[in-house]
């Protein structure tokens, strides 16, 4: 888990903890499975020392605060190191995909002769 703070423009002192991977406990036809996931969780929500339940949303943190939505936009520089490790993940994938789509192609033009 890593922790991160920031300001917002109206003076707010935002403070999360975030995991990128967790164990989840699934129901598979009657056993129970543990399966770990890859993705942004949010782990725990300070504001202004007060704390919070919440969730990332795109770019922002959204919570209950008084009884009414607020958000508070997570600044590039957070938000770009803490989506890294997704982002590696996707390219990862994304080249694992262009790979095999290119293997398959081409034994499939060659067993059309």
Request: net charge neutral; charged share 40%.
């Amino acid at each position: 888990m890593e922790k991160y703070d920031w300001k917002t423009p109206k003076g707010a002192k935002i403070e999360i903890e975030v995991s990128q991977e967790h164990t989840e406990v699934v129901d598979a036809d009657g056993d129970k499975v543990e399966v770990v996931k890859q993705e942004l969780k949010l782990e725990s929500l300070k504001v202004n020392d007060k704390e919070y339940e919440g969730k990332i949303s795109g770019r922002k943190v959204v919570f209950k605060m008084k009884g009414r939505k607020a958000a508070a936009n997570i600044p590039e520089e957070i938000y770009n190191i803490v989506m890294q490790p997704t982002l590696d993940r996707w390219e990862a994938e994304r080249k694992t995909s262009a790979d095999y789509e290119k293997s398959h192609n081409s034994v499939t033009k060659a067993m059309n002769y």
